[in-house]
């Protein structure tokens, strides 16, 4: 029976067959890097697409270049977000190019991107934590990070608010799991909360969520100090605080679930990802998990490991309920803006898939059950992988044409002033207001910022 540990100490010693990590991160790194650029490379384009418009032009470079933007500006709310940490990389990609292009921001975001699943990784190997049938976690993470399932995040520059609160989320937990009792580990922490609700609204989720794993702590070694119950109190009031000050929003009244039948529905769809099947037995992926984890609490079996990836696996969880809540409203496909939020869930959903079979497998009956599970879940869960990803390369085309036909039309208005150019079906102009897109332009500020690939025939 593994013991509850309070330090980085490694469940199992490390084998002579084991992987050396040293030597194989850094390529796993790589690769996750390459599949994202090359993804970057093929499907995007320079041309500004939709909030871009107002959040990045109207709201934020052109008063940068006019000399009118007061720091204050940089956390104003977009819709019922705050996307502090967005603006300051736009910010960023403009004064490094001195332009303002999208496809920039996509390459700048390529690493940003990468960083969660490659810091989840590194996590992973200094708690010497992958061995055996475990790497099948390691191989769960590469695929969520190597494959398009997120193309509208990779493929949009603005799109980065999911990649830095993933990022903040999962350095918050992994210093709340690794320093629980550091006074500095926890001011870093505060931090990273603080600036997750900067983030976007479901960013109240991480201080909440990492003040559990701060209670789940104490509970497991029947030990609460003082400064764990001050660093819980600061990381309630965080989000407490975060959400009376929340922008509401009326006209996204429509999207919200209607009623608890429907968040039940949409929540069970939701867990099934990234199972293609729209039937609700596909919630059924969570259900082992779901008690597993209670099983461990009560018994106090949880290892440093299990606490971290306990916290990926309820800041999913809550993601999901906000996500079913905010966005309910007759959804039945999970956009692939989404499935970002998921990843870190998904990961430990196959931790805990794998430690059942380490700790209940205690004869042969029972360890061959569990082994079973562990077939349905990871077969179940790449055979879906295998399923996307060709539907996924499918859709990432189709919207590069789209993206390029818009390209085209902008071009020409820019040429001509037409304004029936303007007055094309939707998704052949990048924005939904023709007027209010005719002005915006017509703004001759605008032209010294776009990339000359979209103004060289004009300049």
């Not at 475990?134 to 993470?141: E, F, N, S």
């Not at 070694?221 to 009326?250: C, D, Q």
């Amino acid at each position: 029976m593994t013991e509850y540990v309070p330090t980085f100490k490694p469940v199992k010693k490390a084998s002579k067959t084991d992987v050396n990590w040293p030597s194989i991160l850094p390529f796993i790194s790589i690769l996750i890097i390459l599949a994202r650029w090359y993804y970057v490379e093929k499907f995007a384009v320079a041309l500004p697409f939709l909030d871009q418009w107002d959040a990045e032009w109207i709201g934020l470079l052109k008063p940068w270049t006019e000399g009118k933007l007061v720091f204050s500006d940089l956390w104003n709310s977009h819709n019922e977000h705050r996307i502090f940490l967005t603006r300051l990389m736009t910010l960023l990609g403009f004064e490094l190019t001195g332009a303002w292009s999208n496809l920039t921001e996509t390459r700048l975001n390529i690493i940003l991107g990468a960083l969660t699943p490659i810091l989840l990784l590194w996590l992973l190997y200094k708690l010497k934590a992958l061995h055996g049938p475990r790497w099948l976690i390691a191989a769960v993470i590469v695929a969520g990070a190597t494959f398009p399932f997120s193309w509208e995040n990779m493929l949009i520059g603005f799109q980065n608010q999911f990649y830095f609160l993933n990022l903040l989320s999962l350095s918050a937990l992994a210093l709340s799991v690794h320093r629980p009792q550091s006074i500095r580990a926890m001011i870093i922490v505060a931090m990273f909360c603080g600036l997750s609700v900067l983030t976007m609204a479901s960013g109240l989720i991480t201080p909440i969520v990492v003040a559990i794993v701060y209670s789940v702590d104490g509970y497991i070694k029947k030990s609460w100090s003082v400064k764990s119950l001050v660093i819980i109190f600061i990381l309630i009031m965080i989000p407490a605080t975060g959400y009376l000050t929340m922008p509401y929003v009326a006209g996204h009244h429509f999207l919200h679930a209607q009623n608890i039948t429907e968040m039940v529905k949409t929540t069970i769809r939701i867990m099934g990802w990234p199972l293609t099947d729209h039937k609700l037995y596909i919630g059924l992926l969570w259900l082992p998990v779901l008690i597993i984890i209670p099983v461990l609490l009560m018994s106090r079996r949880f290892t440093r490991c299990d606490l971290l990836m306990f916290g990926c696996f309820i800041w999913t969880g809550a993601q999901v309920l906000a996500l079913a809540y905010g966005r309910g409203h007759e959804l039945f496909e999970v956009s692939s803006r989404y499935t970002d939020l998921l990843q870190l869930g998904l990961a430990g959903n196959a931790w805990f898939v794998i430690r059942a079979a380490e700790i209940f497998g205690q004869n042969r009956k029972s360890l061959m059950a569990f082994r079973i599970l562990a077939i349905i879940f990871f077969g179940a869960l790449f055979f879906s992988h295998a399923q996307r990803l060709p539907r996924d390369i499918e859709t990432m085309k189709n919207d590069r044409a789209i993206r390029l036909i818009q390209t085209k039309n902008i071009q020409l208005y820019l040429k001509t002033r037409d304004e029936k150019i303007l007055k094309k079906p939707r998704m052949q102009i990048s924005y939904p207001n023709p007027e209010k897109f005719k002005t915006i332009l017509d703004d001759p500020g605008l032209l010294k910022v776009l990339p000359e690939s979209l103004t060289a025939e004009i300049r």
